[in-house]
């Protein structure tokens, strides 16, 4: 079976605009994490646990959207057609990266949680061991449980040239359009999407719990914003992830899967380095160093 990737019935001009719309956002995608990739790597400051797990979530970020560009190729060419072993290809690494974000948001979460909880031992437990078995796994279990996704998928019948009414080869989609049975496969992937939704959601909401207990205890309210305020960054990438993973397992529409799959596939990868560097102090302080030793070695 071809698979015959439809998510937009629009007029040139408009596809135009999406085109040019999503190809700005991409590169803002790519350029603002790749900025951020640089610094940490150039900075012995940032070479922390916080910008290590940073650090990932951008390489993430990159590649997570990167599987996605099958819209801008679909809005330049007007091909809408996919191979089947192209479109199983594309859920997986789509599928592989979503998991591992989350698994890897859990991580940082877990980080701010030693860092304000026990400042003193903070180096102590978040060595670079612990770190590397905080951020491995979540890139090795993800690939585990989409590869058994993958293959329940993969067995499933499809007939024809199938219409995938999506930007890409969305899971949720295939499962529509398949001529087989799907409730054994449909009950594996919702208790799946529970197990990597609910446990880490919940990690990161004890997590919280507990700094804010610490935090509330701070006598000072400036140490307590200050304290706190480390934390701003990860908790809004957190919420407009898991807010958009949400609506996308509850929506009921096909029409609003695809809008929810473009902003899952966009807007959480292009917040980060705008949180991140809007917002964090170091980040500013890196940009601003680089800068000011290009200028001394310009002039030199």
């Known amino acids: 079976p071809t698979f015959y990737i439809f998510a937009f019935a629009t007029s040139e001009y408009q596809k135009i605009i999406i085109l040019t719309t999503v190809l700005v956002i991409y590169l803002i995608i790519l350029n603002g994490n790749l900025l951020i990739i640089l610094l940490i790597c150039l900075e012995p400051r940032l070479h922390t646990p916080m910008y290590f797990f940073l650090c990932n979530l951008s390489t993430l970020d990159i590649l997570y959207v990167s599987t996605t560009l099958q819209l801008i190729y679909v809005c330049h060419t007007g091909d809408h057609v996919v191979s089947y072993s192209s479109c199983m290809v ?36 978040m060595s670079k061991q612990v770190c590397v078995l905080l951020s491995f ?21 499809f007939f024809g040239l199938v219409e995938v009414k999506n930007f890409f080869c ?31 959601s919940c990690s990161i909401l004890a997590s919280y719990v507990r700094i804010i207990y610490t935090v509330l205890k701070i006598k000072s309210s400036a140490e307590r914003w200050k304290t706190f305020s480390s934390c701003s960054s990860h908790i809004t990438i957190v919420v407009v992830y898991f807010s958009c993973a949400m609506s996308l397992y509850l929506s ?43 200028r001394t070695c310009f002039k030199k």
């Open 90 to 125: 594309q859920m997986y690494f789509y599928l592989v990266f979503a998991d591992t974000e989350c698994l890897l948001l859990t991580s940082m979460a877990i980080d701010r949680y030693v860092a304000i909880c026990f400042p003193l031992h903070y180096s102590l437990i």
């Open 137 to 157: 796994p979540a890139w090795f279990v993800s690939s585990i449980n989409v590869s058994i996704v993958t293959f329940l998928v993969y067995n499933l019948t």
């Open 170 to 200: 969305d899971l949720k989609a295939l499962m529509n359009v398949s001529i087989s049975d799907t409730t054994s496969s449909k009950t594996f992937i919702i208790i799946d999407s529970l197990f990597f939704g609910v446990i880490p």
């Open 252 to 294: 009921n529409s096909q029409e609003a899967d695809v809008v929810l799959s473009l902003m899952f596939g966009t807007l959480v990868p292009m917040l980060n380095p705008l949180v991140y560097s809007l917002r964090n102090r170091d980040i500013i302080w890196a940009i601003r160093r680089r800068i000011h030793k290009n």
